[in-house]
């Protein structure tokens, strides 16, 4: 096993994931490789189906892959136990779901604060870093109410606020915005990008919608589990093939 290089904070080499049971009976992941380096935001894009959900859940210790290496800070992820990846998951890395899912029971300053809580924080700091980032998404004055309560898009920003209240050095997002309005998708995604910049937290979002990728430091694209080059076309295209990228499989 070779270390990866010291200025990423994930390195991912060679993985390849096989869901037991996929229906179209190719491999999600089928050699992807690539780092992503301290406070960087890298969008994954891709169609549906790609990978990118997969690639998401390998590089955050949720899968195993089949075959391959992912490394967080120089130590590799996919030779650690269940319990040490599910702490390593839990203190170090957030996680945004495509749709937020909250623990019904608590309120929202408290499903924000419960990643803390569950890592011991005591309950009056966890209680203010959540009212923190609620606040800073804008829905600091709902911390009282149950998520039933909420629109889709409040959640969501709870989502969010969980997923940066614990100061994580990573956040995984799975398409978030993907059941927003277009104006809240934009608004969310800035706030999450802009937050994570100040905080110097490295983001990878998986999307579907290249326009994400203008928030990003730099996109990675799949296709069909692999990852793709996409090569603008030269200034001068000829009459009628217009200025769309194409993409070269690597
Ligand atoms: N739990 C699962 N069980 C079986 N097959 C799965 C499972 N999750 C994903 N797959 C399959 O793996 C492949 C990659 O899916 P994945 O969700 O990683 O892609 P994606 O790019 O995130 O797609 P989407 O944009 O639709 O979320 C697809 O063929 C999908 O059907």
């Given at each position: 096993m070779v270390?990866?290089?010291?200025?990423?904070?994930?390195w991912?080499?060679?993985?390849?994931?096989?869901?037991?049971?996929?229906?179209?009976g190719?491999?999600?992941?089928?050699?992807?490789?690539?780092?992503?380096?301290?406070?960087?935001?890298?969008a994954?894009?891709?169609?549906r189906g790609?990978?990118?959900?997969?690639?998401?859940?390998?590089?955050?210790?949720q899968?195993?892959?089949?075959q391959?290496e992912v490394?967080?800070?120089?130590?590799?992820?996919?030779?650690m136990?269940?319990?040490?990846?599910?702490?390593?998951?839990r203190?170090r890395?957030?996680?945004?779901?495509?749709?937020?899912?909250l623990?019904?029971?608590?309120?929202?300053w408290?499903n924000?604060?419960?990643?803390?809580?569950l890592r011991?924080?005591?309950?009056?700091?966890?209680?203010?870093?959540a009212?923190?980032?609620?606040?800073?998404?804008?829905?600091?004055?709902l911390?009282?109410?149950?998520?039933?309560?909420?629109?889709?898009?409040?959640?969501?920003?709870?989502?969010?606020?969980?997923?940066?209240a614990?100061a994580p050095?990573?956040?995984?997002a799975?398409?978030?915005?993907?059941?927003l309005?277009?104006?809240?998708?934009?608004?969310?995604?800035?706030?999450?990008?802009?937050?994570?910049?100040?905080?110097?937290i490295t983001?990878?979002l998986?999307?579907?919608?290249?326009?994400?990728?203008?928030?990003?430091?730099?996109?990675e694209?799949?296709?069909?589990?692999?990852?793709?080059?996409?090569?603008?076309?030269?200034?001068k295209?000829?009459?009628?093939?217009?200025?769309?990228?194409?993409?070269?499989?690597v």
């Amino acid at each position: 096993m070779v270390a990866p290089p010291d200025n990423d904070v994930l390195w991912a080499r060679a993985l390849h994931y096989a869901h037991s049971g996929s229906d179209s009976g190719s491999p999600a992941l089928t050699g992807v490789s690539l780092g992503v380096r301290e406070g960087e935001i890298l969008a994954v894009t891709g169609p549906r189906g790609s990978g990118k959900t997969t690639l998401l859940r390998c590089l955050s210790g949720q899968l195993l892959p089949n075959q391959g290496e992912v490394w967080f800070n120089s130590t590799p992820v996919h030779t650690m136990g269940p319990l040490v990846r599910e702490r390593l998951r839990r203190d170090r890395f957030g996680w945004i779901d495509p749709e937020p899912v909250l623990v019904p029971e608590l309120n929202v300053w408290e499903n924000a604060a419960l990643p803390l809580m569950l890592r011991g924080t005591p309950r009056r700091s966890a209680k203010s870093a959540a009212h923190e980032w609620l606040d800073r998404l804008d829905v600091g004055r709902l911390a009282r109410k149950r998520p039933h309560a909420l629109s889709v898009a409040e959640r969501q920003r709870v989502a969010i606020a969980r997923a940066l209240a614990h100061a994580p050095h990573v956040v995984f997002a799975d398409e978030p915005t993907a059941t927003l309005h277009r104006a809240d998708s934009a608004h969310i995604l800035r706030t999450l990008t802009a937050a994570a910049r100040s905080h110097a937290i490295t983001v990878v979002l998986a999307t579907h919608d290249s326009a994400v990728g203008a928030l990003a430091d730099r996109t990675e694209s799949l296709l069909d589990g692999r990852r793709v080059h996409t090569v603008p076309l030269p200034e001068k295209a000829p009459e009628g093939e217009g200025r769309a990228a194409c993409s070269l499989s690597v």
